[in-house]
């Protein structure tokens, strides 16, 4: 993994933190993006203590502007960049598909979707040059299955789905790979923030899980890691669920 480039959006908490911690203790260069400039700055100071390279670069992902300079930054700095990962995203506003306001969706899908669709477009650019390059995109097990109250996310996770299917199409015959990692339940703010914050639910949720607990967010990154590396270089087109089992039901 030595010299690898490695681009994370929303790289600044939960799986996109220590996704890059992942790559960076292999040696890894890490260009970590966001939106809190100090945050960002404090994270790639910590990467860099690892003893290899890493630079934040500010960037709002549904801004193309802001993501083309990224890209073009993280190819000024490295030369190239061999990994993507698109981890940039939000839950918006949950509650009955009743109560969903058109502000939220907007607000959603310009972050996941519009967001997911203008990286998918600068990266692949870049690594179409290169003749190589792995995608990783992250969905959700929500994406392609549904929970009830968060009509507006899953939405937005189906069309995560089907921008990887598609790229993946786009890109195979030219060396880029491009696959989604789709996690289940995870212990982060997103999931207390699922559950209003309630232990009772909680625990109704993560007993619906054969392995009866949440997913760390190391696991999802060690998952990440793998799908992106040269060990699966006939992988693309795919959505990896890392869910516990939950989907085996």
Sequence with gaps: ???????????????????????????????????????????????????????????????????????????????????????????????PITEQSVDNFHATFSTNVLGTLLSIKHEMRAMLTQGYGSIVNLSSIAGPFGVAGASVYIASKFAIEGLTRIAALEGAAFGVRVNAVAPGLVATDMLDRLVSRNETDKASFLGRIPAKRAATVDEIAETIVFIASAKAPYITGQSIAVDGGYTAQ
């Design 1 to 95: 993994m030595n010299q690898t480039t490695v681009l994370i959006t929303g790289a600044l908490t939960g799986i996109g933190r220590a996704t890059a911690f992942a790559f960076a203790k292999l040696g890894a260069n890490v260009v970590v993006c966001g939106r809190r400039e100090g945050v960002g700055a404090a994270l790639a100071t910590e990467l860099r203590s690892l003893g290899g390279k890493a630079e934040f670069i500010k960037a709002d992902v549904a801004n193309e502007a802001e993501v083309r300079n990224l890209v073009e930054k993280t190819v000024s700095l490295f030369g190239k960049i061999d990994i993507a990962v698109n981890n940039a995203g939000t839950e918006g506003t949950l509650g």
